[in-house]
């Protein structure tokens, strides 16, 4: 095999025996089939992030790709697949994001101690100096980035009539169970070819109207609540629903037809926890504000950046969150993980309340953005309040830009999975494969250019994809 293909440098950098040891505590017992090895379950996930492929595509290209079997760990190419790809959803049960945290943890520390032999050794040969940040007199050094984003599910856009049309033709699918499987003499009616035809009025219309809407869920909500009266009507008599997904389904159209009614009664369009998928209950409007998507819906988390431009996950939830509630904690993690305060902490204005304005200078943290108060009437001061609140505004930007890169290229811009767990899972995957692969290519650039022995490295900087400004130059 090539050594400079990607996978084999990049399988190269992980620590793999550690995370073995993370994951084997879960598996105390001694009897039983054993697990799959770590690397295997794991090193599949990254290939499906990195490639944003299905279940049975990933599959497919560990079974033809001699470099992806070497990757996750096979000792030879072998001409069929290891696993089948249901086990693709087995392995993301069992990595939970804190199995995941963990593993990005250990991942980040063996990337730094790579990435400091190469800054020590570069000098050597090119007669350069790595620049080193000192400590303030309080002894706080290094910056933390904070910012929040959303992960949106692959969900159909949630519409009023829309949704209780769903729900109407699921309701109907369980009276004709009970129908069969009960052995019931009569059918009761359901209307179902006119309740059909009403949606299609309003879905097939080009202008929407407000009231043409609101009749069409007028008209839905009256189709839902007399199937649940029949279903309703089977049950106190004593016949019940045996499928566990018929009987959540059930529920979930219970409480979607509470909050759809009150909305209606109430000329309102916002409920408390809105159910927004039948399918994915969990999952809620996250409003945003952005000019693209001004609401999306999946889960919101928040990250933290280090000084390195590393990652780290602070806080992930389906329900919309106030950001600015995290940073203290977020800021005390970092502090127990280096030892020391972060010289500045760069946010936007959301952040900036009087509790955390009140944390940072108590810890002697300078949080961005303006000063309380009035403007300085030194005009010096003045220029200098604004050259630190550009390069401030400048070096934001790398949360932004990881945040472009988990969802353009390692999957973070669409969760396809269907569970809420797995969902979480993936979210968490796609911040540690963002990690691996924004500095795996400067890192191996420095592993590959020591190696060799050569005074000329410019001739690998588009074998690895690397700028020379990233080089520290």
Same mark, same amino acid.
């Given at each position: ?7 084999i ?22 009897? &039983?089939?054993?697990?799959?090895? !770590?690397?295997e379950?794991l ?7 990195? @490639? ?8 497919? *290209? ?12 096979l ?6 697949a290891? !696993? ?5 959803? %087995?392995?993301r049960?069992?990595? #939970? ?16 101690e ?12 090119? /007669? ?8 303030? +007199?309080?002894g ?13 599910? =692959?969900?159909?856009y ?14 109907? /699918?369980?009276? $004709? ?5 009960? /052995? ?9 070819r006119? *309740? ?21 869920v007028r ?8 199937d649940?009266? =029949? ?21 979930v159209? @219970? ?16 409920? %408390? ?24 819906f999946?889960?919101?988390f ?6 390195? /431009? ?14 600015? +509630?995290?940073?203290? +904690? *977020? ?5 127990d ?10 946010? $936007?204005?959301? =952040?900036?309340?009087?509790? #955390? ?20 009437? $030194?005009e ?11 390069? $401030?505004?400048?070096?934001?930007? &790398?949360? %932004?830009? !990881? ?11 669409l969760?396809?999975?269907? @569970? ?9 995957? *796609?911040v ?13 650039f ?10 000329e ?6 074998? !690895?994809?690397?700028d020379?400004? %990233?080089?520290?130059?």
């Open positions: 095999l090539d050594k400079t293909n990607e996978w440098r990049l399988g190269a950098l992980i620590p793999w025996h550690k995370l073995e040891h993370l994951y084997s505590v879960y598996f105390p017992s001694k009897s &039983g089939r054993p697990a799959h090895p !770590f690397r379950a090193g599949t996930l990254i290939i499906q992030q990195r @490639l944003m492929l299905s279940d049975r595509k990933t599959v497919k *290209a560990i079974e033809e790709g001699p470099y992806l079997q070497y990757f996750i760990g000792p030879r190419f072998q001409n069929k290891p !696993f089948q790809p249901t086990l693709l959803v %087995e392995f049960k069992r990595l #939970n994001p804190e199995i995941l945290e963990q593993c990005n943890e250990v991942i980040i520390q063996a990337l730094q790579a990435e400091q032999k190469a800054k020590e050794a570069v000098p050597k040969k090119r /007669g350069r100096k790595p620049a080193e940040e000192t400590p303030d +007199e309080n706080n050094l290094g910056t933390a980035i904070l910012d929040a984003t959303c992960a949106p599910s =692959y969900i159909r949630p519409q009023d009539f829309s949704l209780l049309n769903e729900a109407r033709v699921k309701l109907e /699918g369980m009276i $004709d169970w009970f129908y069969k499987k009960y /052995g019931f003499e009569k059918k009761p009616r359901t209307y179902r006119v *309740a059909h035809q009403d949606y299609l009025e309003l879905a097939k219309c080009k202008k929407r109207t407000a009231s043409k809407i609101r009749a069409t008209k839905m909500l009256a189709y839902v609540k007399r649940l009266g =029949y279903l309703e009507g089977y049950m106190s008599e004593g016949y019940a629903m045996t499928d566990r997904k018929m009987i959540n389904t059930y529920l159209i @219970l409480t979607l037809y509470e909050q759809q009614k009150y909305m209606w009664d109430n000329r309102v369009h916002s409920v %408390e926890h809105r159910i927004v998928s039948l399918s994915q209950p969990w999952i809620r409007p996250i409003v945003r504000g952005k000019a693209k998507t001004p609401t999306e999946g889960a919101k928040e990250v933290i950046l280090d000084e390195d /431009g590393y990652a780290r996950m602070t806080r992930i939830s389906f329900d919309a969150f106030n950001e600015s +509630e995290q940073l203290q +904690e *977020a800021l005390i993690q970092y502090h993980r280096t030892g020391r305060w972060p010289k500045r902490v760069l946010v $936007d204005q959301i =952040y900036r309340t009087r509790a #955390n304005i009140a944390f940072c200078k108590e810890h002697g943290i300078r949080i961005s953005g303006p000063k309380l108060g009035r403007c300085p009437k $030194d010096k001061q003045k220029q200098a309040d604004k050259k630190t609140a550009y390069k $401030d505004n400048t070096d934001r930007i &790398g949360v %932004e830009r !990881f945040f472009s890169l988990g969802k353009r290229c390692n999957g973070m811009g969760i396809t999975t269907r @569970l809420e767990e797995t969902s979480l899972t993936v979210i968490s995957l *796609a540690l494969v963002t990690n691996l692969f924004k500095h795996a290519g400067v890192i191996n420095f592993a590959f250019y020591l190696t060799n022995e050569t005074d490295p410019e001739r690998y900087f588009a074998l !690895f994809d690397v020379e400004d %990233e080089l520290g130059a």
